[in-house]
């Protein structure tokens, strides 16, 4: 196994882009190693490989950009254990590795509904935000919410769209547009929970309910 991690880190290091890494380094992704390999480039590498379980754990336990976005990709749905996930998500300290296990690995899992219901409450940052950006996924893939999750999401993020600009912020606003986008039945429901917005008169909150409503305009 130790050999297999040590072919893929070889075909990183030829793919190695200096200076996006240097860029996202200068943004605050303070990976312990960044080879700044496109993601695209990342997913042919780890097309190579086959899913595995053992190597996608050894994977992910490197502090190393691809590396953990690759331990997304090759990690078998199937094997994804709802333990592993709430251990996964805890120990997220870029939103980047949990946009990628959000795209990748998540939605595939047939209790992702309920993980993200519980990840959106919680307190800590990255939980919160990676259970939005998975309620977000699921609706862009076609899911329908039940009525209780959708219910709790849409309460809780409109409390969240009012706290101002926030990672968590962004992501419950997102969660919000794409449910909303699936009926306009849903869009209403989501207006009306953030009605308080508009009522405000605050230039910031009314620019957040104006874009809420308008992915809803566009999309109808």
């Known amino acids: 196994m130790q050999e297999t991690i040590q072919q893929i880190r070889k075909q990183l290091r030829l793919a190695m882009n ?100 519980q990840w959106i409450t919680d307190t800590r940052e990255f939980v919160s935000v990676t259970g939005y950006l998975l309620l977000a996924r699921l609706c862009t893939l076609g899911n329908q919410l039940t009525d209780s999750t959708a219910g709790l999401m849409v309460n809780a993020a409109a409390s969240v769209v009012e706290e101002g600009l926030s990672r968590r912020q962004r992501a419950a606003s997102l969660a919000l547009k794409r449910y909303g986008r699936q009926s306009q039945t849903q869009a209403a429901s989501v207006l009306r929970s953030i009605e308080g917005l508009q009522a405000s008169g605050e230039a910031g909150k009314l620019e957040i309910y104006n874009d809420i409503k308008f992915e809803f305009e566009y999309y109808a």
């Open 18 to 117: 200096g200076v996006v890494s240097s860029s996202m380094r200068d943004k605050g992704m303070d990976y312990k190693m960044n080879f700044g390999v496109s993601v695209p480039k990342i997913k042919e590498i780890a097309s190579q490989y086959e899913p595995s379980e053992a190597l996608a754990s050894l994977l992910w336990e490197q502090d190393v950009r691809e590396l953990k976005i690759m331990a997304t990709l090759l990690y078998p749905a199937d094997a994804f254990t709802a333990e592993a996930a709430n251990r996964w998500v805890s120990e997220l300290k870029h939103l980047e590795i949990a946009e990628q296990l959000v795209a990748n690995l998540l939605p595939k899992l047939p209790f992702a509904e309920a993980l993200a219901t």
